[in-house]
């Protein structure tokens, strides 16, 4: 596979903007009571910042930022609001959330609708970021096939189909949250920037909604099925903890 370029660009404007709105949508799960959803949140926005600046930055050396502007300070920002958004969306998918439609709604109504606010109000100075991604993809590919070989074994092993996990519906979530996330940075000319040949645009959204944060989506099932056979969403013990298989079939009947 030729080499995918993942580049972003964007005034300082869409950097504060997103932080305003991920405090609001911090303070409305809290509302919810939605703690879990919070705290899982925070701390993919912590391993987010370990990978693109530890590994992808430090290790591996495929990060760049346009001169005059903080990598660290750039790539926090990035890790903290995409890293949660991502996954605190995710884990309310997985939890089948009576109100998923309206978290959807402002998530997706928001990456859609931050770049036009900030082209509209921005001054002319614009941050170019971006990664190669020919150094890893192949691990991130590996990770993948482990993760997805892991639940079709598993299923293969059970009889009763209401134990067997709903892969279909992972996949879903797993690629249309990238996908909507990649979209809204097409749309909104800060992933597109700096593309002439279109099917370069489209390469990279192509992959990466395949590929970046699907490859988690085995790995946060088993995490997510783990937690909530004890505890609830409120970080409470349940009054009786159930076997993994049986929290399983609970969660496959709750979307019923």
Not at 26 to 40: E, G, S
Not at 95 to 106: G, I, M, Q, Y
Not at 187 to 216: C, H, M, Q, W, Y
């Amino acid at each position: 596979m030729t080499e995918i370029i993942a580049r972003r660009q964007f005034a300082p404007l869409y950097i504060w903007l997103d932080t305003a709105f991920l405090i609001v949508f911090m303070i409305l799960l809290m509302w919810r009571k939605k703690y879990m959803t919070v705290a899982v949140g925070l701390v993919m926005g912590v391993v987010y910042m370990l990978v693109d600046y530890g590994i992808f930055n430090l290790l591996l050396g495929t990060r760049s930022i346009s001169e005059g502007h903080s990598l660290f300070l750039v790539l926090l920002w990035m890790s903290m609001s995409y890293g949660f958004t991502n996954f605190a969306w995710i884990w309310l998918w997985m939890s089948r959330d009576r109100h998923l439609f309206e978290w959807s709604l402002l998530i997706l109504c928001w990456w859609f609708c931050c770049p036009m606010i900030t082209d509209t109000f921005a001054g002319a100075e614009r941050i170019t970021i971006e990664r190669t991604t020919g150094a890893y993809h192949g691990y991130m590919a590996v990770i993948l096939i482990i993760g997805y070989l892991g639940l079709i074994v598993y299923n293969l092993r059970q009889s009763d189909r209401e134990r067997r996990i709903d892969i279909p519906w992972l996949l879903l979530i797993g690629i249309l949250v990238q996908f909507g996330w990649e979209a809204g940075l097409l749309l909104g000319g800060i992933r597109s920037a700096g593309f002439a040949n279109p099917i370069d645009k489209l390469k990279t959204l192509v992959v990466d909604s395949l590929l970046e944060t699907n490859l988690g989506m085995p790995y946060a099932y088993a995490i997510f099925v783990a937690y909530t056979s004890g505890f609830t969403e409120q970080l409470k013990r349940r009054d009786r903890r159930i076997s993994f298989t049986d929290r399983i079939a609970e969660n496959n009947r709750e979307k019923k």
